[in-house]
DNA sequence: TCTTATTTAATAATTGTTACAAATTTAAAA
DNA sequence: TTTTAAATTTGTAACAATTATTAAATAAGA
């Protein structure tokens, strides 16, 4: 199955009529590896695509998140952006470069989930927990630090 | 030493004039519990001084931010959020209240960064770290769950 | 005090996002 | 298949948050 009959049954699954437009941008999304924003899901799928409106990827992407199948990330500069990828994992913000790169690892996840269940934090039901890490981004080239 | 004190000192220490605006600023920042906007910032210095001004106060929080004496806080909604408190901490957003509360637990950072040694990034120099929880808060006298 | 550089206030301009009305598409009914 | 109604999309206007600009005010140094 390709991306788009995914996206098709994806979209019928939550009760999302399965235009060509809403296909097109959730495939975009999911095949995203760096957390677009609404203006670049646009620059990608008007390649395709050239009569699709900006204003539809903004209202899609805000209809994609209310139904789960996408989620927003939080980026520094308070853009917009989305990911495609569900569930709990951790973002790495480049503070050098701007990027926001995943960062998925089992234990952390596992580690955070016992810490949470152990400290129950008192009138909250958890949701989601994502760790934000900041850092700079090293060329390894120039990373030769005479001290 | 009050806070108007206390914020002058700092400002110097980075190398800042310490102006009026940039004193009170600071101060109402580092007051605050509850992550304020630019535009509470400004509401709140406003009753003092009336003549302030919300330009003056966005480029402020910026050169404050640059300068490390504050940092920012990723909102939901995209707006800029300000936070008087360095250092890692970690932030529960509430997905019905759209509240940010800070959640600070010295067990929690030292899990994180004993994890973080170990498992050595490639090419990332890490700078700070916060884990970002989102729930729903209970009204616990609504918590009257029937299963 | 005078001079110069820095900072601020007021406002204009810009940008990302949302709202809207008309046109198009879709799905269902006849 | 055509008709009809509802949902969706387009294109554009409006909006709100933020940034840039410029003149006035302030602070620091000579």
């Known amino acids: 199955m390709n991306t788009l009959e995914f996206a098709k049954q994806k979209l019928t699954e939550v009760g999302l009529k ?14 995203s590896k760096n957390h677009p924003s609404p203006e670049a899901v646009y620059e990608k799928v008007r390649v395709n695509n050239p009569s699709i409106s900006l204003g539809t990827v903004y ?13 927003t990330v939080l980026a520094k500069n308070g853009l917009k952006r989305y990911d495609g990828r569900l569930g709990n994992h951790n973002h790495i ?25 152990r400290k129950k934090i ?23 630090k005479i001290h």
């Open 18 to 31: 399965a235009t060509q437009q809403r296909m097109v941008i959730l495939a975009a999304v999911q095949q």
């Open 59 to 71: 209202n899609t992407l805000d209809i994609f998140v209310e139904k789960d199948l996408i989620q």
């Open 122 to 144: 008192e009138n909250l039901d958890i949701r989601k927990f994502s760790l934000h890490i900041q850092g700079e981004k090293i060329d390894e080239k120039k990373n030769i």
């Open 93 to 117: 913000h480049c503070v050098n470069t701007n990027e926001i790169l995943d960062f998925e690892d089992e234990e952390l996840n596992d580690l955070v989930l016992e810490f949470l269940k």
